[in-house]
Structure formats: structure tokens, C-alpha cells
């Protein structure tokens, strides 16, 4: 092997000349190793990056099922509409996952007992969600759904928000070894929202531009009285508290956020419902199914 000489050099960079001097005799040897990927696995990555909406015929396939799924299922009571969890088949088979959504649910009471405050604003939050008729209690008595799934629950906390300055997160990729998640089960549906592309093109069209929010989007949907044991969760009973636990199981009414399917859920229930008036209002519905 040649080992590299040093001494004395002048190197030209951007802002001058500079010089470099040994520093000691003494010889340094440099390894350098450097491990790459297989050609074929990089450009694979390299394409899978650079394509805009290109889907394999398999997705396509999936992405057909969800929506035919969502328009035989939707339906509007009252003045919200309902859907059903598109399961990827009819006899798919879900763990109940309820050691996970257990001992999950005790971690987070060791949280609550270090953190007063903590459990205040989190149980506000469930019995907001009470109130308003997003979550419910189980009864032991009434009839279960065909599929049982306990989901564990957490908090991502938005100090900074203007409105929901905490928010439960269900995991619903919990799962145990060797088991299937609800996330697995399910169909996660097209994206029907606006490619990101033509909304930055949109952006330089015009000298002022403006976003809206819907608050708390998923929870405006409905979810089947069908599919709701399937988005069971444990929490506090109302006569106990935190030096005297019993614990109560609850279950989602709403979808919810967490739930791949969600998203293609709430966008599906948007096109939906601008296609009743698109003969009343024909200008409106293209404008707004181009930015949502």
C-alpha cells in the first residue's frame, strides 16, 4: 500500500489561499468503506419517489372494491352521513387485541398519576366526545358485532393550536404477534385529494391565496352501528377515578383518526356530497372538487 505524503501545500478555495503544514511525522492510513444497495433496489426507490398517481394494477383493484364499498354503504341519518370500514373481504378475521390495548391503557394511567394536569385535559377530551355523541359506552348486554378489536389511545399534544390543543390518537396497527391489526384489515381506499403538484401550481396563479380547515373532520362521519365494536377503547369509569379505578369500555361512533381508511373516507364523503348538487350548482362543484 502507498501511504499518502504530507508537507507543506497551498489549495485555492472560494474565498482565498490557504496552507497547510505537517503537523507531526508520524504515517496515518485511511480506510474507507462504503456499502451500496443493489442498482435495481435504488432505481426502484428512485421511481417509486418520481411517480405522480401511477398505481400498480393491484392497487387500482383495491382502490375500485373500497369505492364501490363506500357507494353501496353511505347513507345520510339526520343531517350526518354514515359509512362502513371497507375490510379488504367479507370473512377477514381480527384478534381482539385486547392484552395490547390493556397494558397500553395502564401506562398511560402511570402517566396521568405524574401528571394531574395531563389527565384533566385528556378526560375533558373523552367526556367532550361523550357529550357530543362521538364515543359511547358498551353495553355487556347488547348484541357485539360481528368483529371485536381494542384499540390503544394516546395524546398528541398542539399547545400552539388554535383549537384542539390536545388531541386522542388510536393506534389502529396495534397488533399482537402473529396477529392481524384493524389497519390490516382494512382497505385503505384512493387519495381523491387534489395532487400536491397542481396545488403548488395553483399557488403561482394568483397574487393572494387562502386554505380552510374542517374542525375535527373525521369526527363529522358517522360510523355503522356494524362496525363500531371494531374500534373498541378502554377508559375510566365515571364512578371511579384514579386512586379507585374501574375501568369501562367504550367504542367509536365516528370514524376515526388513526384508522387508515379515514382519509379516503372523508374525501369519498366530500365528492359525494357535491355530486348532488352538481346540477343546481355546476360552477361551484368543479371549483371546489379541484381544491378538496
Known amino acids: 500500500m502507498t501511504h499518502p505524503s504530507a508537507g507543506q501545500e497551498s489549495i485555492s478555495v472560494l474565498i482565498g489561499r490557504f496552507s497547510l503544514s505537517e503537523l507531526n511525522s508520524e504515517k496515518s492510513i485511511c480506510s474507507n468503506l462504503?456499502?451500496?444497495e443493489k442498482l435495481s433496489?435504488?432505481?426502484?426507490?428512485?421511481?417509486?419517489i418520481e411517480s405522480l398517481g401511477v398505481n400498480s394494477p393491484d392497487e387500482q383493484l383495491e382502490n375500485e372494491e373500497a369505492l364501490r364499498l363506500f357507494e353501496n354503504s353511505?347513507?345520510?341519518?339526520?343531517?350526518?352521513?354514515?359509512?362502513?370500514?371497507p375490510w379488504i373481504n367479507e370473512n377477514v378475521i381480527l384478534h381482539d387485541n385486547y392484552a395490547n390495548a390493556e397494558r397500553r391503557f395502564f401506562n398511560l394511567l402511570k402517566q396521568f398519576h405524574s401528571n394531574l394536569n395531563f389527565y384533566k385535559e385528556y378526560k375533558q377530551v373523552i367526556n367532550d366526545q361523550i357529550k357530543d355523541?362521538?364515543?359511547?359506552?358498551?353495553?355487556p348486554n347488547a348484541t357485539r358485532g360481528e368483529r371485536i378489536y381494542y384499540i390503544p389511545h394516546r395524546a398528541v399534544l398542539r399547545k400552539n393550536h388554535s383549537s384542539t390543543k390536545l388531541r386522542v390518537v388510536y393506534d389502529a396497527s396495534s397488533k399482537d404477534k402473529n396477529q392481524k391489526s384493524l389497519n390490516d384489515c382494512l382497505l385503505q381506499g384512493p387519495n381523491l385529494v387534489p395532487e400536491l403538484l397542481k396545488v403548488l401550481l395553483k399557488f403561482r396563479l394568483h397574487?393572494?391565496?387562502?386554505?380552510?380547515?374542517?374542525q375535527k373532520a373525521f369526527l363529522q362521519i358517522s360510523l355503522s352501528c356494524e362496525d363500531r365494536?371494531?374500534?373498541?377503547?378502554?377508559?375510566?369509569?365515571?364512578?371511579?377515578?384514579?386512586?379507585?379505578?374501574?375501568v369501562q369500555i367504550y367504542r367509536m361512533c365516528r370514524v376515526m383518526f388513526g384508522a387508515k381508511s379515514s382519509p379516503f373516507l372523508l374525501s369519498a364523503c366530500i365528492k359525494h356530497h357535491l355530486r348532488k348538487f352538481e346540477s343546481e350548482y355546476p360552477k361551484?362543484?368543479?371549483?371546489l372538487n379541484n381544491v378538496c
Do not use: C, P
Request: hydrophobic share 45%.
Open 229 to 246: 365494536d371494531a374500534m373498541r377503547f378502554l377508559w375510566i369509569h365515571d364512578d371511579s377515578n384514579l386512586s379507585n379505578l374501574k
Open 34 to 36: 462504503l456499502v451500496e
Open 133 to 139: 355523541g362521538i364515543i359511547e359506552k358498551v353495553d
Open 74 to 85: 353511505i347513507q345520510q341519518n339526520n343531517d350526518r352521513y354514515e359509512v362502513r370500514l
Open 284 to 287: 361551484t362543484v368543479e371549483l
Open 207 to 214: 397574487r393572494i391565496v387562502f386554505t380552510a380547515d374542517i
Open 41 to 48: 433496489r435504488t432505481l426502484e426507490s428512485f421511481w417509486n
